[in-house]
């Protein structure tokens, strides 16, 4: 599976940004999608993840309230919309797949900045 993301760029604090990572390939074997992120200095953290098949979602307490992530069937897209940022989302967010045989993907990575 491939997977490019679009969406990332500069926001103030508070301000919102919707990133979108839209997968091709063996897309029928997918189990769940979801996005990371990556500050520098620290490891790498799921942000949040949607389940396929019962369209469950999970969330980094960090992003509850404020991150929701959601698929569009019909065109293979995850999208994450970010509301309320803060300047500790600034990050490196890279999307990631996983299917049913344990196989994962991830896409480049697309930067999210919160400068005021």
């Known amino acids: 599976v491939q997977l490019v993301e679009s969406g990332g760029g500069l926001v103030q604090p508070g301000g919102s940004l919707r990133l979108s990572c839209a997968a091709s390939?063996?897309?029928?074997?997918?189990?769940?999608m979801g996005w990371y992120r990556q500050a520098p200095g620290k490891q790498r953290e799921l942000v949040a993840r949607?389940?396929?098949?019962?369209?469950?979602?999970t969330y980094a307490d960090s992003v509850k309230g404020r991150f929701t992530i959601s698929r569009d069937n019909a065109k293979n897209t995850v999208s994450l919309q970010m509301n309320s940022l803060e300047f500790a989302d600034t990050a490196v967010y890279y999307c990631?797949?996983?299917?049913?045989?344990?196989?994962?993907?991830w896409g480049q990575g697309t930067q999210v900045t919160v400068s005021s």
């Open positions: 990631n797949a996983r299917d049913y045989f344990f196989r994962e993907s």
């Open positions: 390939g063996s897309t029928t074997s997918l189990h769940n």
């Open positions: 949607v389940f396929f098949g019962a369209g469950s979602t």
